[in-house]
């Protein structure tokens, strides 16, 4: 199983990214999809989730309004969509998939928002 994160970058602050995470090895639907993101020297925190069929999503305070989780189980891939970007949002940012059974992240892929 793999989970490969990209689209990171640096961007200046009030700009746009768009994130992906493909992943193989496995089968893509059944898995709650999640973003997660690690800043220097801090714990890495819960961005946002998104459920098995797509639809309703969750989103922590700090980026609602601003960020979109969608999906395309067709692709195996998950998007994150980065809009009015912050100093604050620098970080890796990480891709989660869990099920019952299993949780898998990807390797992470760095976002630095420049003031």
């Known amino acids: 199983v793999q989970l490969v994160e990209s689209g990171g970058g640096l961007v200046q602050a009030g700009g746009s990214l768009r994130l992906s995470c493909v992943a193989s090895?496995?089968?893509?639907?059944?898995?709650?999809m999640s973003w997660y993101r690690q800043a220097p020297g801090q714990q890495r925190e819960w961005v946002g989730s998104?459920?098995?069929?797509?639809?309703?999503?969750n989103y922590a305070d700090f980026v609602k309004g601003r960020f979109a989780i969608s999906r395309d189980n067709a692709k195996n891939t998950m998007y994150l969509q980065m809009n009015s970007l912050k100093p604050e949002d620098t970080a890796v940012y990480y891709c989660?998939?869990?099920?019952?059974?299993?949780?898998?992240w990807g390797q992470g892929t760095q976002v630095t928002v420049s003031s």
């Open positions: 998104i459920p098995t069929g797509g639809g309703s999503t």
């Open positions: 989660k998939a869990n099920s019952l059974r299993a949780v898998y």
């Open positions: 090895g496995m089968t893509f639907s059944p898995y709650v």
